[in-house]
């Protein structure tokens, strides 16, 4: 019998709770934790693999340097030094825009993102890259606007509602809310609650569905528009509530004037009128809430769609309430709020393109390293993200990487990105090392999970990330010397350090900026870990309303707030409540009303301009590329790309392309056929899989494939397939709507 650890899983964004029984420093078995508050005890057949995660034959286990075409073990301090030198010359030579921060994007953990900020701004650079601007930055842009700020995350409060709308969401599949498949099971059975799914194809989720609107591929603006026609047409739309909570919808009603929604919805979106005025209905008279997800983001108009929904939920008054869209608490911000109009917000050289959530689109940085522009992209540092495998045009990515003048991994495995770089550096795993994620999202209640380390680390010379660029940080020269008392006083308790740490910020103001990566430094040294002390700044700098929340669950009103806090996030591995915020949500607005902001400017136009003959000519499919390439199912044999050992699916189907029987017939392939698929990329071979989860005119690819376990590829890489131009305004990738044509291979 070996001993039960509390943990969490880190291949989604749900964290579910996780027990772990350990014995010699391996994960002997794995279930799910039926204290934690969030997850109750649920977990998937993913989280239970997560031994492949923490052993197996890709695991780094001390620094690379490139020598030649190989990757050759050198010293961190050789590491270090050798990489502080190469970055000060890069920016002596072409000044701060030179420098790239890729990190963040993982779903396991977060508090490195701390360190790796300041490393960039230290070095004068705002160019933060990360896996979210290629999947949430239309949504953040749309919410920054109607909300008032991007930093604030809205999203679907479905334990409290009575209907869940899947628009583009498989959350059967994928998760997405805590202990979905209960609460998809729990909404088909139960016949006082609804699900209704928006999908082309029957989803394992529309499975479940009361009513599923199989629309034609891409057609969602034309039929959110049509719904809130039918709202407007039958008088369902939430007078009162419109009048009380939103500014604008005066002016954008007439957007709606003389819409045929009988039309859009039968020619436009191939769907039975009668059953969409159906679903409007149930949408509009009960406490509904709308889930969309990659369907919507990674797909055409999704900007506007994105919008359109936000102007759907607010007219039936389910946004910022109970059961509806709400916005989430928390205990810090996801992002920074970045608005383009102000001219001071950084651009791209090459593509002059703005950040949403102070974060730059991924498609956009082979342009941005691959251009003569003097100040274009000579150096990265990514952490936490396989680009290689996960961002569109590998292609453009390999010669982009090859290009670099400096390029540094930070990861736990020698992944296909590792591999092109000059530096590889290794760090301990998520289940060897504290860490938080902030996708909790919860409304009022703040809930927090810190995850503890539950083995011991895989290789003696493996540190934190966040360590590795407080290294790195020190050794750019940018930390003076600092008293030995700082050091001393940690050890003494938080409360004891703060007040040090206050005295010597109030003595030398002139630090007031380096304060957290001065916490980081000393109060790193006195826990034994850098995320440790970044968790403690986390606290100190909570805002107003959270600490106002934690004072009424009886946290002391002051200083020792946060060691008692920390104490008890220590004290609660398996998760626990910090705070509560004001039961009213649009308390959370920022607004200068305080009111929904529903007309954005930019968005009148394509608005406008969204009408049936537009779609119906645009949703047309090119001659040389009649399919839809479905570039990504996130399906139950994948966890992005975190699981390489490809044992950890069994004997599950996973390397295959999905097609409709239709399809299939009419270009003579059978199950098992092996076929040429072609994109404006490349083409690659791949065997066939008919599938009853697939709808005609469209072919689907699981993400994650393609990834090199010790030396040999393993399936088809499916961003090999994408082209870095088949992407949005907001740079996201087009992955649920790549044009392709397939053949026969004989
Ligand atoms: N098992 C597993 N789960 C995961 C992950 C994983 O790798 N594996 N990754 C996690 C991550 S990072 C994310 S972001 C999520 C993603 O989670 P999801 O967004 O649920 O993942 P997808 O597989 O892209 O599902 C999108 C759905 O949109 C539908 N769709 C395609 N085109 C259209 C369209 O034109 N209109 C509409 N309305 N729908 C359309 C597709 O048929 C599909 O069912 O999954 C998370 N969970
Ligand atoms: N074509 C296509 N591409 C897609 C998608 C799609 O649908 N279609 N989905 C996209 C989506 S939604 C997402 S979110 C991205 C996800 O893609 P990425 O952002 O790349 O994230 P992951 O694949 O989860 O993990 C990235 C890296 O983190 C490393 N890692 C694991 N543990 C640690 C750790 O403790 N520290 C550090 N520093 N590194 C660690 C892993 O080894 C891995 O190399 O993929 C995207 N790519
Ligand atoms: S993969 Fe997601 S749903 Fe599955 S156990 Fe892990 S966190 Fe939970
Ligand atoms: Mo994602």
């Known amino acids: 019998m070996g001993e039960w650890k509390k943990g969490g899983c880190i291949l989604c964004a749900q964290n579910c709770g996780l027990e772990f029984e350990v014995k010699d420093n391996q994960i002997v ?43 050759q073990r050198i010293s961190w301090e050789q590491a270090i030094r050798e990489i502080a030198e190469k970055l000060l010359f890069i920016k002596s030579e072409y000044g701060p825009k030179s420098f790239a921060y890729i990190g963040g994007g993982n779903v396991g953990g977060q508090l490195e993102v701390g360190m790796g900020l300041r490393l960039l701004s230290l070095l004068g650079s705002r160019y933060f890259y990360s896996s979210l601007a290629q999947e949430f930055s239309n949504v953040y842009w749309v919410d920054g606007r109607v909300t008032g700020k991007q930093s604030l995350i809205t999203m679907p409060d479905v334990e409290n509602a009575d209907t869940i709308v899947a628009w583009g969401w498989n959350g059967w599949m994928s998760h997405q809310e805590p202990r979905t498949r209960i609460l998809l099971k729990e909404f088909s059975q139960n016949p006082q609650k609804k699900l209704i799914v928006i999908d082309p194809r029957l989803s394992e989720t529309a499975e479940h569905a009361d009513i599923h609107l199989a629309l034609r591929p891409g057609s969602d603006t034309m039929l959110l528009k049509a719904m809130i026609r039918i709202i407007l047409d039958q008088g369902w739309e939430n007078r009162e509530y419109i009048e009380k909570h939103i500014n604008g919808w005066e002016e954008i ?25 159906e679903a409007t209905r149930i949408i509009a008279q009960t406490k509904s809430c709308i889930h969309q997800d990659l369907g919507i983001y990674m797909n055409r108009n999704s900007t506007l769609n994105n919008y359109l929904l ?5 007219i039936t008054g ?47 940085l082979p342009d941005e390293i691959l251009n003569d522009h003097p100040e274009r992209l000579r150096a990265i540092i990514v952490s936490a993200h396989n680009p290689l495998r996960s961002w569109p045009d590998t292609k453009a990515f390999e010669e982009a990487f090859k290009a670099l003048e400096l390029s540094v991994c930070i990861d736990v495995a020698y992944t296909e990105t590792a591999r092109l770089c ?24 703040v809930y927090f999970q810190l995850r503890q380390p539950v083995l011991r680390p895989f290789s003696p010379e493996a540190k934190e990330g966040s360590a590795i660029m407080l290294e790195l940080i020190k050794a750019l020269g940018f930390l003076p010397e600092l008293p030995s008392e700082l050091y001393e006083t940690g050890k003494m308790g938080i409360t004891y350090y703060l007040g040090a740490l206050n005295n010597y910020i109030n003595e030398n103001p002139q630090y007031l900026k380096l304060a957290p990566i001065i916490l980081g430094e000393t109060l790193g040294k006195a826990l034994g870990s850098v995320n440790l002390a970044i968790l403690v700044g986390l606290l100190v700098n909570s805002s107003k309303t959270f600490k106002a929340g934690a004072v009424a669950m009886g946290y002391p009103n002051d200083l020792t707030m946060i060691e008692k806090m920390y104490m008890d996030i220590l004290n609660n591995p398996q998760g626990l409540i910090l705070s509560k915020f004001p039961e009213d949500n649009f308390e959370m607005l920022r ?80 199950d098992g056929d092996r076929v040429r698929i072609s994109t404006k990329a490349s083409s690659a071979d791949i065997e066939v899989e008919i599938s009853p989860y697939t709808v005609a005119g469209s072919v689907y690819i699981r993400h994650g ?22 992407r949005d305004e907001m740079g996201t990738p087009l992955h649920r709507r790549i044009p392709c044509r397939v053949e026969k291979l004989y």
């Open 310 to 314: 936000h102007i759907l939920r607010a």
């Open 422 to 445: 000059d530096y590889v550096l290794p760090c301990l795993s998520y289940l060897e090392s504290y860490d938080t994620t902030c996708f909790n999202y919860s409304y009022p209640d």
């Open 705 to 726: 494939g393609g990834l090199v376990y010790e030396g040999q590829q393993y399936g088809v890489n499916v961003n090999e397939l994408v082209h870095r131009s088949e």
């Open 318 to 364: 389910r946004f910022a309430v109970k059961g509806g869209q709400i916005i989430s608490a928390f205990l810090y911000p996801m992002g920074s709020d970045s608005d383009e109009r102000n001219p001071k917000t950084w651009r791209t050289v090459k593509h002059n393109m703005f950040p949403v959530m102070g974060v730059f689109p991924p498609t956009l």
């Open 591 to 670: 607004t200068e009303d305080k009111k929904l902001a529903l007309k954005i400017e930019e968005l009148l136009g394509p608005l406008q301009a969204a009408t049936i003959e537009k779609e119906l000519a645009e949703l047309k499919m090119p001659e040389d590329y009649p399919l839809i390439l479905h570039s990504g199912l996130h399906h139950e044999t994948v966890a992005n790309t975190m699981l390489r050992n490809p044992q950890w699916r069994g004997d599950r189907r996973w390397d295959t392309m999905l097609m409709n029987e239709t399809d299939a017939e009419k270009l003579g392939i059978k």
């Open 29 to 71: 078995k794995i279930r799910g934790d039926k204290d934690n508050p969030r997850s109750q005890g649920y977990c998937c057949q993913k989280g239970l693999k997560l031994a492949h995660y923490a052993e197996n034959g890709d695991r780094l286990r001390y620094p690379l340097k490139k020598v030649g075409d190989t990757h």
């Open 253 to 277: 009603a007439p957007y709606f004037e003389g819409f045929d929604s009988k039309r859009a919805v039968e020619e436009v979106c191939w769907l039975d009128y009668e059953q969409v005025v």
